[in-house]
Structure formats: C-alpha cells, structure tokens
C-alpha cells in the first residue's frame, strides 16, 4: 500500500536560555554515505539530513556536531521499540556518532538526544520504519495436538490473557496455555458453550464469551461457571455474535455482523443500545478494541453474503473495512480505511497507540491472503506487518503479559473448511519490539 512519507522532524531548542540570540543556528556540512562529514561543521546539531523513512530493524549512523571535543551525547529511543547506546561522546573534532538501530515493526521510531554542551541541547529525530516483505510469525503451543487427541473438528478462534494465564476458546469450551504453550482443556459447569468466538475480561474478573452458534453473550466465572446474560435484543434473538469489548465505564460491546449490529449492554442495568451498519457497503461489525484515550470504538467489518446469507451483496464483494464510533455519542462513526479485504477481524494496540489488526483476501473464491496491517499512531495508512501460512487464517490478536512476553503478539488461528487446512488452529505468536496496550478494563 501506498504510504505518505513522514517529514522529519530535528528539534533543536536550548534549554535554560531564553536569549534568542543563542537559539541553535542552522547546520552546514553534509554527511557522507558513511556517515562521514565532508567539512566540519562548527554549529551544534546534526550533520546531513536524518532520512524519512529507512528500513526496519536497520542500524542508522547520525552524525551530531557538538562544537567541543569530548562532550557527552546521551541517547535514548521514546518511540518504535529500537535500540541505541545509553552515552556516546564527541570526538577532537567536535563530532559525535550515534548508531541507532531501528524497531522491528513499520511504525515511527523517535530518537531524543541531549548534548552536554553549555548551553545543553535536546535533539529529537523521527523515522518511519519500511518493510520490503511481511514477517514471518510463529507456531506456539499445543493447542491443535489437544483438539486431535480430543478427535474435535471445530476451531479456535479468540484469546485472553487473565492473571491465571492464556485462555483460548475452542469447540464447546476454554483451554489454558502455559507459558512453555502445554494446553488443557478448562472444566467449566453450568449452561453449554458451542462456539466461542470473543473473549473479553470485564473489571471483576469475570470472562464474557461470544458464543456464535450458541447465538448467546455467556459469562464465565474465575471457577468455570457459565450463565447466559443475554440472548435477544429489542425482542429479536441475536444471530451470530461474534466478538466482545468493555470501555472504561464497564459497559460491554457484543458485535453481531449478522444483525449488521453492534450491541452496547451494561451488565448492571441490562440496558442495551445498537448501532447498526450497512451490510451491503460496509459490511457487518466483528472485531472491536476501544481507543488508547477511551474516547471511540475502533471496529473491523466483514462481509456477510455468504457468513449470514444475506442478499444484496456479493460474496466476492472486498467490502470489509475499519470505522471509528464515538462513545460520547454511540449514534456517530467515521471510517478510518475501506475496501481492505473480504473479511476483517481481530485488532488489538500496543503501548504506542500503534493499532494492529486483521484483513483476509480472496481470489477466485479461495483464501488469497490472511494478513496483519498496522495503522501507526497518528497515520492514515495502514501497512502489512505479516502473512499467514499458506491455506491459514489468522483470526484474533492480543499482546502478552507477564511471562509471555509483553512485547509479544500472540495470534488465534481460524479453521474454515474448504478454505483451510485442518492445521489452521491453534496459536501463533510475532514478536514486536514494542510493548502492548493492556485491553480494558
């Protein structure tokens, strides 16, 4: 995809001083492919220019004039996930070198230098990470040897992390993963589960469940006990709900893409409220994360000609696409990006307020593509971060925690026969370089 470079941005301001006089002049000199400088320059401040936009994980070597031979530089990377040293210092000549080594993910990384010249000097350079090909995510656990010991058919599909550990939903229930990915299923009592399909946490540590073709919102209890809250709305019965997410204020989404639907409940008062889509030019709702700053809902579409039967759209229609309702006022929503894939599904954010999520692609009524993008904070864009195995669905994201690696991003798998193989179960995982944003509650 077509992505916008960034501008750079070098900010040179000095601190302690409010002479104008002294402000930081411009930089001459230029910097050699090496990193190099063809005439020393005698003004404080980074030679040559600092690039838009370079590959990630790639090291970049800036040259920085200080104007004083052995002066501090000290280094850190605020944004992207990457790597520099702590302190550098200038040479006899007055110049400094920082290799900085950028993030993995294409994102923008930002390095924020300080000189310890007299007046001292803050230096801010951004880049924007690239990609020249997908990364390459994977396996992890053994969930799908458990599901062919149990001889299930089904699949997985969502995943969340609680404070006992990895919950994954499988056919007619939970399994735990360990850290070391040892699966077992959960003993759970109470009303049957069929098909879970969203799992979200609320504040009491309380799982919900979107039990898809139990056509039911289920509740599970930290010991295994499971009821159903609610199976209709405004007297209609729900038809395939699908994912689930709280907000702040502790009140629940439950998406319905086949009621083109999003459902908001608050589980104290049972009130609920919709907001419905047009299937036939936006898709129905599926995947759901609340915004970093708690104001909007970001949700992931799909279409549902063949998923729900719904007629005016074709089956073929790549109509599925990422929207923004405000929760200040459930009735708005703005699209972010259309026409992404055929189907949209998980999302999740890391601590960055970089957003990740899932689009699937078709060609000829196969599965072309199932691929994560990420749209970076702040941008318009969104870029493709990794693909799926060959005849492999991803389905679901969510970031690590404690001992699972919180700069991890793990990945639920999706089996739908015949666009699958029966291995597209399970887990795997990408490591990110950046940490992730905790789901609420």
């Known amino acids: 995809m077509h992505r916008t470079a960034l501008i750079l941005v070098a900010l040179i301001s000095v601190l302690g001083c409010d002479d104008e006089d002294d402000a930081s002049p411009a930089i001459d000199g230029s910097a050699a492919a090496d990193g190099a400088v063809d005439a020393g320059p005698t003004s404080p401040g980074f030679v040559g220019e600092v690039p838009a936009e370079a590959p990630a994980n790639e090291v970049l070597t800036l040259t920085i004039a200080t104007g004083v031979p052995d002066v501090a530089v000290q280094a850190q990377v605020t944004r992207g996930g990457g790597l520099v040293p702590a302190e550098v210092r200038s040479s006899d000549d007055g110049l400094a070198q920082v290799r900085w080594t950028l993030g993995r993910m294409p994102v923008d990384n930002e390095l924020h230098l300080e000189l310890g010249t007299s007046p001292p000097l803050t230096l801010t350079a951004q880049v924007r990470g690239s990609l020249a090909e997908p990364l390459a995510a994977e396996p992890f656990g053994d969930v799908l040897a458990l599901l062919e010991a149990e001889g299930v058919e089904g699949s997985t599909e969502d995943l969340v992390f609680t404070a006992a550990g990895l919950l994954v939903g499988v056919p007619e229930g939970l399994a735990s993963v360990t850290p070391d990915g040892t699966a077992e299923r959960l003993a759970l009592s109470g009303d049957a589960i069929v098909a879970p399909l969203g799992l979200a946490l609320d504040a009491d540590g309380m799982l919900w469940m979107a039990d898809g073709r139990g056509s039911a919102l289920r509740r599970v209890s930290p010991d295994g006990a499971v009821d159903t809250p609610l199976t209709e709305v405004e007297g209609a019965p729900l038809q395939g709900p699908n994912y689930v997410a709280f907000d702040a204020d502790g009140r629940l989404y439950l998406s319905d893409p086949c009621r083109a639907e999003i459902i908001r409940y608050d589980p104290s008062s049972g009130e609920t409220v919709t907001h419905a889509f047009d299937f036939a030019t936006e898709g129905g709702p599926n995947g759901m994360a609340v915004t970093p700053d708690g104001t909007g809902l970001v ?143």
């Open 299 to 441: 949700v992931l579409t799909e279409n549902t000609g063949l998923l729900c039967m719904h007629r005016g759209i074709a089956i073929d229609d790549e109509v599925a696409g990422a929207f923004l309702i405000d929760l200040d006022d459930f009735s708005q929503r703005t699209p972010l990006a259309t026409r992404l894939g055929l189907f949209g599904d998980g999302l999740a954010y890391d601590a960055e307020g970089n957003l990740y999520v899932i689009f699937d692609k078709q060609a000829n009524f196969q599965l072309e593509e199932s691929a994560i993008l990420v749209l970076p904070a702040g941008g318009t864009e969104f870029t493709k971060v990794a693909v799926a195995p060959p005849r492999t669905l991803f389905a679901n994201l969510a970031f690590g925690q404690g001992p699972y690696g919180e700069t991890m991003l793990y990945i639920a798998l999706l089996h739908v026969p015949p666009f699958t193989d029966a291995g597209s179960r399970g887990l795997m995982r990408l490591e990110t370089g950046l940490t992730g944003l905790p789901l609420r509650p």
